[in-house]
């Protein structure tokens, strides 16, 4: 393991020599990979997705989108069955049990049993997932291709029966994965318990992560703010269902370098928030754009704007949902990371009918089945490049070009981004 202090390549009877520290510099390393149980990490791995995820130390994150992004680092690194290195030995097993008919038919069930649930499990991308689905159909090619030949050859109907129905049963497994392995949801590799004694470990040893954001804080204590500032108002307002997400865009000067206003629905930043909202009531071309996390909260957020007495109750405004929607979620041809809760389900079967109607029925099955994607399994960048496209594309909302969909009928123009990057 190299040193991030002077790039020495340590080895591990180096490292365990020198209790723990670099034989060069003598700079402690954070890490030990080789302690770790259910993934292996190194202080340049860290180091790198610090970087990463920061867009080189230029953009503020949330502990949550660090460990979504570690997440997927790991399973992008973890050992999974090459391609096609199963094939020789699946090749070799059959041979040598041709002899019965039953031994063959086991093994085959074997292979197909193991790659479908690896096609299905939780602890892997998208990327390994699609692999074990295609190797399901290989099998099932494979097997139709020898196993017909041989049954003609034999001249016996059974065996030729069998043959069809083992081969076309690995091909229809991996195709019907195929089709749905983007919608599968996922668990974490590691807990939020495990990343913040990562962090503590970390900052101990090379200082403060500069870019890596604290809990948003609760600032009840009004703001003094300049009468000549709050004599103008905004042409735009974003409005987060999460105050975390408000604090990242707030950090990474999305509101100045768009010219809107930021808040969350739970009324943070809490300093400046009654300010602002009379700042936004004086402007009647004010656009609202919201953007959530894909669960029952999150869903709920456009239709608390519009019947909120503290927001927009009764207001003529436009308003674009930026998303996460589950719409989003089912067109995109990208893996999201998905996961599922009774929690979530429960809350889903409890949404007023007004939301429930604005939804298909593809969609409420889908947050009904307890499914969500969180806003912070995504990186500050992808979010904020999301948000600027929305802002963008809300431009001219009459054009036929338009990436918005109208929806709703509420007095309100109420649009959908149809596609979340």
């Not at 009004?222 to 997400?245: E, G, H, K, Q």
């Given at each position: 393991m190299k040193c991030i202090n002077c790039g020495t390549d340590n080895k591990l009877k180096d490292r365990t020599a020198n209790q723990g520290r670099c034989i060069k510099c003598n700079h402690p390393f954070a890490f030990e990979p080789t302690s770790m149980s259910n993934v292996q990490i190194t202080d340049p791995f860290f180091a790198k997705a610090i970087a990463d995820i920061s867009a080189n130390n230029t953009l503020f994150f949330t502990p949550k989108q660090l460990l979504y992004f570690l997440d997927n680092r790991f399973r992008k690194n973890s050992k999974s069955i090459s391609r096609f290195g199963w094939l020789i030995p699946f090749l070799v097993i059959n041979f040598i049990t041709s002899l019965t008919i039953f031994i063959p038919l086991i093994v085959n069930l074997a292979f197909i049993n193991f790659f479908h649930e690896s096609s299905k499990s939780t602890?892997?991308?998208?990327?390994?997932?699609?692999?074990?689905?295609?190797?399901l159909q290989i099998i099932g090619g494979i097997i139709l291709s020898i196993?017909?030949?041989?049954?003609?050859?034999?001249?016996?109907?059974?065996?030729?029966?069998?043959?069809?129905?083992?081969?076309?049963?690995?091909?229809?497994?991996?195709?019907?994965?195929?089709?749905?392995?983007?919608?599968l949801t996922q668990e974490f590799l590691i807990s939020e318990s495990q990343l913040k004694d990562w962090l503590n470990r970390w900052q101990q040893i090379n200082g403060s992560i500069l870019k890596i954001l604290p809990s948003p804080k609760q600032e009840n204590?009004?703001?003094?703010?300049?009468?000549?500032?709050?004599?103008?108002?905004?042409?735009?307002?974003?409005?987060?269902?999460?105050?975390?997400?408000?604090?990242?865009?707030?950090?990474?000067?999305?509101?100045?370098?768009?010219?809107?206003?930021?808040l969350s629905i739970t009324?943070?930043?809490?300093?400046?928030?009654?300010?602002?909202?009379?700042?936004?009531?004086?402007?009647?071309d004010l656009k609202v754009y919201a953007v959530h996390d894909c669960n029952p909260r999150g869903i709920a957020l456009v239709h608390n704007l519009i019947t909120n007495a503290n927001w927009f109750l009764n207001s003529e405004i436009v308003i674009i949902d930026i998303g996460l929607t589950p719409r989003q979620i089912i067109a995109t041809k990208r893996g999201m990371f998905i996961q599922s809760s009774p929690e979530s389900a429960q809350a889903a079967k409890q949404l007023p009918e007004e939301i429930r109607q604005s939804l298909s029925a593809e969609e409420?099955?889908?947050?009904?089945?307890?499914?969500?994607?969180?806003?912070?399994?995504f990186t500050p960048q992808r979010i904020i490049k999301v948000l600027q496209t929305g802002i963008a594309g809300s431009q001219n909302l009459e054009s036929d070009d338009s990436s918005l969909l109208l929806v709703g009928d509420t007095g309100n123009d109420m649009y959908v981004v149809q596609s979340f990057g």
């Open positions: 602890k892997l991308n998208l990327v390994s997932r699609k692999q074990y689905a295609r190797n196993g017909i030949l041989l049954s003609l050859g034999s001249k016996s109907f059974r065996f030729f029966v069998v043959v069809v129905l083992i081969g076309m049963l690995p091909i229809y497994l991996g195709t019907r994965q195929l089709e749905r392995i983007k919608l204590t009004p703001a003094t703010i300049n009468p000549d500032v709050t004599a103008y108002s905004f042409d735009r307002l974003v409005v987060c269902d999460t105050a975390s997400i408000a604090q990242l865009l707030i950090a990474n000067n999305f509101h100045f370098e768009n010219n809107c206003a930021i009324g943070y930043p809490q300093s400046i928030f009654d300010t602002t909202m009379q700042m936004l009531r004086r402007n009647p409420l099955a889908w947050l009904e089945s307890g499914k969500f994607v969180e806003l912070e399994s």
